[in-house]
């Protein structure tokens, strides 16, 4: 079963029919997810939505139960994970409206519960992130986006900081001579914590705006019009993921 992760901006998908909201009980807290059909060519296909932030966006970044929601999930039959996160841009290059493919993450976070595998009765692993944004399921992705007409930046690079303060000047410019694409609050442990269980984990980055100092400070009307227009480019790809799934 396909699992939707949304973000900032992003808190109901319209094709997401006949859904039910749903608590699911973990072993590290409550997940609130809503569970539902999309029609697709083939027939209906199962989805799972859950969104990070809650529907009302009153969780922050650096306070969300990633390990409770990723657990859920896999609970509940997903086998693969499409994350959607609003970010902002580390490159002239990669303008607002940039729809981000990310292949790979730097972690400047702290204090998160980042693991399932804490010791003890919860035992002792070491996972492997080489290739923690499942190249197979990237290729799906990018094959979604091209169908659906909508352009990507393949390769990217996601920076996740801690939040929930936006970075400094000095951060961005480290930051981008590092590597990094973009930059966001939300990307990990999330994508840490869907490889520590099995399950294939993508992410689409959408930019609403470039990181400070790299352009003048940018308003809420204008991240909103981005963002709006970012989630009309999503919704698009979503529907030919669901029918490739």
């Not at 992760?5 to 094709?15: K, M, Q, S």
């Not at 970044?61 to 896999?74: E, S």
């Not at 919860?122 to 352009?151: F, S």
Request: hydrophobic fraction near 40%; charged fraction near 20%.
């Amino acid at each position: 079963m396909l699992g939707l992760i949304a973000g900032t901006g992003f808190y109901n998908w319209e094709a997401l029919e006949n859904q039910q909201e749903k608590q699911v009980y973990t072993p590290y807290g409550t997940a609130t997810v809503f569970v539902g059909e999309v029609a697709a060519p083939a027939g209906r296909k199962p989805v799972v939505f859950l969104p990070r932030h809650a529907k009302n966006h009153t969780i922050p970044p650096h306070k969300i139960n990633y390990r409770a929601n990723i657990w859920a999930l896999q609970s509940l039959g997903v086998d693969k994970i499409i994350a959607v996160n609003a970010v902002g841009s580390l490159l002239k290059e990669v303008p607002p409206g940039s729809i981000v493919l990310v292949d790979d993450f730097l972690d400047f976070t702290y204090g998160r519960e980042h693991t399932f595998f804490t010791g003890g009765e919860a035992g002792l692993q070491h996972t492997d992130m080489t290739n923690c944004y499942d190249r197979n399921w990237q290729e799906v992705i990018a094959a979604a986006a091209d169908k659906a007409g909508v352009p990507l930046v393949k390769d990217g690079i996601y920076v996740c900081v801690q939040g929930p303060r936006f970075e400094t000047r000095a951060e961005i410019r480290a930051y981008a001579k590092l590597g990094g694409t973009v930059s966001g609050m939300t990307g990990v442990p999330e994508v840490t914590l869907a490889n520590e269980l099995g399950l294939k984990y993508g992410s689409l980055a959408l930019v609403t705006n470039f990181c400070c100092g790299l352009a003048s400070a940018v308003s809420d009307d204008e991240v909103r019009a981005v963002m709006a227009q970012n989630t009309a480019q999503l919704a698009k790809i979503l529907l030919q993921l669901v029918c490739a799934y």
